[in-house]
């Protein structure tokens, strides 16, 4: 009798296949990016960000400080690195702060 495990398949790579078809390995890097915006900027940041999404590679930070956002700037690139290399290359190509 042939093993149970040997004919069926393994549900990694099942799962792998449904997130392949529903296109959800794109939708859970876009939420990783998103959920790393506080570990990169900090806390004191973080306090001062009321939303932050990725959307087709751009990220959206809407911010309280004006003073903050111009922070933000002048260190956008490098923050888009960080990100990029922790989640993987060219999950965020640009960020917009609001």
């Known amino acids: 009798m042939e093993n149970r495990r040997d004919t ?18 794109h939708n859970m890097l876009n939420s990783q990016a998103a959920s790393l915006w506080e570990i990169i900027v900090g806390p004191t ?14 990220m959206y930070v809407e911010l309280t400080s004006s003073l903050l956002r111009q922070e933000l700037m002048m260190i956008r690139t490098e923050i888009m690195e960080r990100i990029n290399k922790a989640c993987g290359e060219g999950v965020v190509k640009e960020i917009i702060f609001r």
Do not use: C, F, W
């Open 8 to 25: 069926s398949r393994q549900l990694a790579d099942i799962l792998l296949d449904v997130m392949r078809n529903e296109n959800i390995t």
């Open 45 to 58: 940041a973080n306090r001062a960000t009321k939303s932050v999404h990725v959307s087709n590679g751009v």
